[in-house]
């Protein structure tokens, strides 16, 4: 098995050879005699190099080596966190600043001298952007984003910018709350992850029905200027019912929802070795009523 920074060079050996020409992360990891369980370990990798300036996604979201005689801009990499009023802070990963075609045009002074500050402190210096320059950008996807000087709504919190690249998506499955308007169906994804619900299209799709927590595919991630669309891929249960909350958990972070055999046999082995009888220094409270008060979007469930 490949070591981080020995995957790291081999990816960039096999994306900077000659003949190569700009594929998916799955056939390089084919390429390079990856196993199926390695893809993600790859996926890192090129995240890591991407990061740092010597790769970069291209149309079809193809792995290609940076254009030689490039010079580096302002345009930065970094993970965006999108606010509930729709704008949204980028925070810079790795080396900050990435390259760019020579050509061009210069920066005007206030953009380089943001993006020199962006550089100097990566982790202090988030990049603001407002509502309207996000795009499609949802909470914890990998973008490009170019600085546009200093914010004005935020003048403490460094600079302002735009986003002008989707690299990676952390995820394109959500979970939500399903209901009905108006002839659609739709989600209202947990969380404050999008302002507005994803229309779903036909409603009662696969079964559901109004207030089912379901997971939902983006096929379309909402911007300030349309709506989002998905589909519903499973029905977890209805709201509210046992067991239906653990399972959207699961589901949302993409959690295994099986335990291999073995742990299942010890659990059962701790089980019946439960001394159920109450020890001298505690105190049994169980003929209590007790009651927790925890967010909606709470997910310690006891």
Do not use: C, W
Request: charged letters at 30%; glycine letters at 8%.
């Amino acid at each position: 098995m490949f070591e981080p920074t020995n995957l790291d060079e081999a990816v960039l050996r096999h994306v900077t050879h000659p003949n190569y020409q700009p594929v998916k992360p799955r056939v390089i990891a084919k390429k390079l005699g990856l196993s199926r369980e390695q893809l993600d370990e790859l996926k890192r990798a090129i995240k890591r190099l991407i990061r740092s300036g010597r790769l970069m996604y291209g149309a079809g979201h193809l792995v290609k080596p940076v254009p030689a005689g490039t010079v580096v801009t302002n345009q930065i990499v970094g993970v965006f966190r999108r606010n509930a009023k729709g704008f949204g802070f980028v925070r810079p990963s790795g080396p900050s600043r990435v390259a760019a075609p020579a050509t061009e045009e210069t920066t005007s002074p206030d953009d380089a001298s943001a993006a020199t500050d962006a550089a100097a402190d990566p982790k202090s210096a988030d990049i603001y952007v407002p509502a309207k320059r996000t795009g499609d950008a949802a909470t914890g996807d990998l973008v490009r984003v170019e600085l546009a000087g200093r914010s004005h709504r935020f003048p403490d919190r460094g600079p302002k910018g735009h986003i002008v690249e989707i690299l990676q998506r952390q995820t394109y499955q959500f979970v939500g709350t399903y209901f009905e308007s108006r002839g659609a169906g739709y989600v209202r994804v947990d969380g404050p992850m999008f302002a507005q619900p994803i229309r779903v299209g036909d409603p009662g799709a696969k079964g559901v029905r109004p207030d089912d927590k379901v997971v939902v595919e983006m096929v379309r991630f909402p911007s300030e200027f349309r709506e989002g669309e998905g589909v519903v891929t499973e029905v977890l249960g209805p709201m509210g019912t046992p067991g239906v909350d653990t399972l959207t958990i699961i589901r949302e972070f993409d959690l295994p929802d099986e335990f291999p055999q073995e742990v299942l046999d010890q659990a059962h082995g701790e089980a019946a070795r439960f001394e159920e009888s109450v020890p001298a220094d505690r105190t049994d409270m169980t003929d209590q009523t007790v009651i927790t008060i925890d967010p909606a979007d709470a997910r310690d469930f006891d």
